[in-house]
């Protein structure tokens, strides 16, 4: 099983979450959609305490779904994006969570690379640019470069695999590959037409700040 075709955090209600939830007891794909349901919610709600219980009860859910369909990539990633979401909302034991995270986004790479813009690939990206280094944990610069560069051969339209990769890229010091990549994300994304004068000249001194890097 694939699992459903859904949108990552599609608007949902709380009610609409509690009900899948109750299918999901005996529905993977109800699982499923109640996971996702609450990964919205955790991603909207403003009590950090709200948060934190909607991303541990997403989380359980889309571990039933990963247990009954091991071979689902959305499910993969739903558990992959709730542990983070948890993680982020629990921070003392934060690091304790990367494993999964890591383990599971992996999985959901393997059978649904193409999954949220390549979600799972941009997830590792996110993942080895973010945490601590060994020994405290698994942050990897050079992982981090390779797993955005993945996400772009699969989804390269979405900003957000050019932004991570330049963040990456400016970490690991290769200041003109970073540049060049910040310059192409610009100039696909135009501006309201108030501002287009001005959006053309940052753009135009960002592309000679590009040329400066290529000749040094």
Not at 25 to 35: E, L, P, Y
Not at 166 to 185: N, V
Request: proline content about 6%; glycine content about 6%; some cysteine.
């Amino acid at each position: 099983m694939k699992g459903p075709d859904l949108l990552i955090c599609a608007p949902c209600s709380r009610e609409e979450a509690r009900e899948w939830a109750a299918e999901g007891t005996g529905d993977a794909g109800a699982a499923i959609k109640a996971a996702n349901c609450y990964a919205f919610l955790a991603t909207k709600e403003k009590a950090k305490g709200l948060r934190l219980a909607d991303a541990k009860k997403g989380r359980q859910l889309a571990d039933s779904a990963v247990q009954r369909c091991p071979e689902s990539g959305m499910a993969h990633y739903l558990y992959a994006y709730l542990t983070g979401l948890e993680a982020e909302n629990d921070p003392l034991h934060g690091l304790e969570l990367v494993p999964v995270i890591e383990r599971e986004a992996r999985l959901a790479a393997e059978l649904s690379p193409s999954i949220d813009h390549a979600g799972p690939h941009r997830m590792l990206g996110e993942l080895y640019l973010r945490t601590p280094g060994m020994p405290i944990s698994i942050g990897d610069v050079e992982k981090a470069i390779a797993a955005y560069r993945r996400a772009l051969v699969i989804a390269p339209g979405f900003a957000e695999n050019r932004l991570g990769l330049t963040e990456a890229l400016l970490k690991a010091e290769e200041a003109t590959e970073a540049c060049t990549r910040l310059h192409e994300l610009l100039a696909e994304m135009p501006p309201a037409a108030e501002s287009e004068a001005t959006w053309r000249k940052a753009l135009d001194l960002l592309k000679r700040l590009c040329a400066t890097k290529n000749a040094e």
